[in-house]
């Protein structure tokens, strides 16, 4: 059991720092987004993404460059942008440790954004559009691709397609978006480690878990892929001190010798 959990962690470890795919995708100068070949379609004289100083870094969002990209009132609802197919993003299969995409999204308006995974023959699923909740400040999108696994058109995925404001507009709007990043299906092995008490979530300062089996590993990685905080606690019951954690999603990887269980966690 222990050498299956070994192998399973190695896996979405694989996947969560980004080395089957070209992530996170922070278009900060030399990082991954910054020099890709994007392509806009479907809106009207298709002016290109443009990289530009964050609108707003005193919020969630504390990157210097992000994504803009100008919705033309003509374009159509279905207007965006692609990476270079071959390049950019690498070649990936969709799988349980990368079917959840992140985006952070700065928009005036409530609408959907858009993703979609394209082959190098130019075949896709269809998309999947989740909207924004606020407007004026940056917000974390993730949108789950867990029920396109397996299906045809999910190997050898090569594109990534962004649709930032999918709506018929009225007028020319201005989206910004940045900090792409792929991570794992939290229903990842959920049967093996089931009795999970998690409290308060979203966090301040101390954060509580209750098992009822022995925790033997707990690690902490933020949605660029990074390990912020590992331990060994091999007991039941874990009081964490979270001050030193900025605020943010993290994806927190719970071990035990039943299994490994992903819960996601908010700190505010």
Do not use: C
Not at 29 to 56: H, K, M, R, Y
Not at 66 to 87: C, I, N, Q, R, Y
């Amino acid at each position: 059991m222990r050498y299956s959990i070994y192998i399973l962690y190695i896996t979405l470890l694989i996947f969560t720092t980004g080395l089957a795919q070209n992530a996170p995708v922070t278009f900060e100068p030399g990082e991954f987004g910054d020099n890709w070949t994007w392509t806009v379609f479907e809106n009207e004289s298709n002016p290109p993404l443009e990289i530009v100083a964050n609108p707003d870094p005193s919020g969630i969002n504390t990157s210097t460059t992000v994504a803009k990209f100008t919705a033309l009132d003509l374009g159509m609802p279905w207007a965006g942008v692609e990476s270079m197919h071959g390049a950019d993003i690498g070649t990936f299969d969709l799988n349980v440790s990368n079917a959840i995409v992140n985006i952070m999204v700065y928009k005036t308006k409530i609408s959907d954004i858009g993703i979609k995974y394209v082959t190098p023959s130019g075949g896709a699923q269809m998309e999947l559009k989740l909207a924004n909740t606020v407007v004026n400040q940056w917000e974390l999108i993730s949108i789950d691709f867990s029920s396109y696994i397996g299906l045809g058109e999910t190997t050898g995925l090569d594109q990534i397609v962004i649709f930032p404001d999918f709506i018929d507009r009225e007028a020319d709007d201005v989206i910004y978006f940045d900090n792409i990043s792929f991570g794992a299906s939290l229903g990842v092995n959920e049967n093996e480690l089931q009795s999970i008490i998690s409290y308060p979530n979203p966090v301040k300062t101390v954060w509580n878990l209750k098992t009822e089996e022995t925790i033997t590993q707990l690690k902490i990685y933020n949605l660029f892929g990074q390990n912020v905080r590992s331990l060994q606690p091999n007991s039941l019951e874990i009081s964490l001190n979270m001050n030193g954690l900025k605020s943010g999603i993290y994806l927190v990887h719970i071990f035990s010798e039943k299994g490994i269980r992903i819960i996601k966690l908010l700190k505010e």
